[in-house]
């Protein structure tokens, strides 16, 4: 156990505000999660830096998806450790829950929180920190991105019993837990009253969302949506991991509603079907292929992005040419390439035929060729829409020197549009797209397209 942390002292005995700085790697689930920690922090009196920056406290908050993660969260830990020796350097998240002997034998780790009771980690930094009956000196904070008040992650679930066979979210997660629907609908007004203006309702498995009510009524994702869209006011609402099976005739209805942002991820893993039953997963590929169907013919503008895992144990040529066939059938918005990644306590881990690493590289390689191809060709389609774009507060210079500000379409688009006074962080705009520009599409607001024909 460290001893608490010495802070600098002023001659007027009020101190200086202990700084803490956060590190989150992983799901959207997780970036909830750090806004959770963040405004409990900031409420306490501690006062927000950047990660690269020296600090009193330093949180990574983790993700163990594959081992690459495990390497990444270990090495934003030491290098925490590395800018301030005697800072508290917290490790909390799903690699404490999967792995924690693992953290608690770095000599660069104080405290090991795992995911269940990360948010507890507050209370053992602000003991550690000794912040109790103290006065701080108030000053700005100037932390890049503290103040940005745009989307926010709001968690209405985490948690998953499917047990696919190559994962590790049961374990690192737990048994799904729901977020009540009153809690969901506060956390909406919150965000609204500071600020923001799309929240981004999130967790292991959104689709799955159930809640009985004191009256015996049970809640799904659909009802769930039904009350924020009529209880709250914040103008975009995304929603995030849904599987084919959860799409129905009422769900893509909400989904038409001007203020549900028309996109959604659907984790495919494979487009073979014997890989998929060696994953268990719990759909096939006719009901995505038509859950697929129904959502672009009740959207068609919709964005549609999805995760595929390349060389699970035992996969073909043959299996991995089926998938490179139905992913360019479905022509996703945008594709995540996982190469395949054994983990300890996995039914997959166990399979035999694992598959060497140089051929999963070229098969992984391959895939995402064809990612940037449908990427591309989808920002292609989106030339010459319309397109309402919530702006974020970074400017981005063009080889011209024009500056632009950068923000997300409803469909998931980087849209780019020049600097104005009309264009200022966290506007919601409307621009026209005419030319595919760098990870997105350059674009003119509707106000600057009406003076340029008159």
Known sequence: MSSPIHLLDRTDNVKTRPRFAICTLGCKLNQADESDLRRELRNAGLAEV???EPADVYIVNTCTVTHLADRRSRQMLRRAKRRNDDAIVAAIGCY??????????????????????????????LERVGT???????????????GDRTRRMVKIQEGCRAHCTYCVIPKARGAPQNTAPDSVINQIRLAEQEGFREVVLTGTHVGTYKWK??????????????????????????????????INERFIEILRHPRMMPHLHMALQSGSATVLRRMKRWYNLQQFRRSVRFLREAVPDIGLTTDV????????????????????????????????????????????????????????EQLRELGERMSHSFLEQQVGQDLQVLLEGRLHED?????????????????????????GENEIVDARAYQTFRDGVRAVTSSAANQGKA
């Open 309 to 364: 895992i390349v060389g699970f144990p035992g996969e073909t040529d043959l299996e991995f040419e089926e998938t490179m066939a139905f992913v360019e059938e479905i022509a996703f918005s945008d594709l995540h390439v996982f190469p395949f990644s054994a983990r300890r306590d996995t039914a997959a881990a166990e399979m035999p035929d694992h598959i060497n690493h140089q051929v999963k590289q070229a098969r992984s």
């Open 132 to 146: 109790s009956h103290q006065a701080f000196d108030l000053e700005p904070e100037t932390v890049a991105g503290a």
């Open 399 to 423: 080889e011209d020197g024009t500056l632009y500000r950068a923000g997300l379409s409803g469909n998931y688009v980087r849209v780019y549009v020049p600097e104005s006074s009309r264009t």
């Open 50 to 52: 950047p990660f690269s």
């Open 213 to 246: 009510s004191e009256d015996e009524q049970t809640w799904r994702l659909p009802d769930l949506l039904e009350c924020v869209l009529d209880q709250t006011e914040i103008p975009r609402v995304r929603i995030t991991s849904v599987g084919p099976h959860e």
């Open 96 to 125: 404490p829950q999967v792995s924690p002997e693992e953290l608690t034998g770095m000599a660069e780790v104080d405290l090991v929180v795992d995911s269940i009771n990360k948010l507890t980690v507050v209370d053992d930094i």
